[in-house]
């Protein structure tokens, strides 16, 4: 059975971090590319980060620009599980974070986690 678990999120001041995780199970972790994506009320769904599966010439990795240089992206291959580390929050970070593996025509969700960057 896939799972994908999402933890680590909460309310947090702005300028404050946060570290989302994934812990994944049901499936290879190592062969999966692994985003974020959030999604703000009355907005639609939007990619945020992603990693490329191990073993890829370059592990590389992708930011949407409102993020960059503030949000990491990684992953633990040893336990399945994906991090984004979130910086320098801001209000407009808020939303539901999910976590998201995909392999060929293999796509998986995790459930969300809420992030509220508020005063």
């Known amino acids: 059975q896939v799972q994908l678990v999402e933890s680590g999120g909460g309310l947090v001041q702005p300028g404050g971090s946060l570290r989302l995780s994934c812990a994944a199970s049901g499936f290879t972790f190592t062969t999966y590319t692994m985003s974020w994506y959030r999604q703000a009320p009355g907005k639609e769904r939007e990619l945020v980060a992603r990693?490329?599966?191990?073993?890829?010439?370059?592990?590389?990795?992708y930011y949407v620009d409102s993020v960059k240089g503030r949000f990491t992206i990684s992953r633990d291959n040893a336990k399945n599980t994906a991090y984004l580390q979130m910086n320098s929050l801001k209000a407009e970070d808020t939303a539901v974070y999910y976590c998201n593996a995909r392999a060929w025509a293999n796509v998986y969700w995790g459930q969300g986690s809420q992030v509220t960057v508020s005063s």
């Open positions: 990693i490329m599966p191990a073993g890829t010439i370059a592990s590389s990795t």
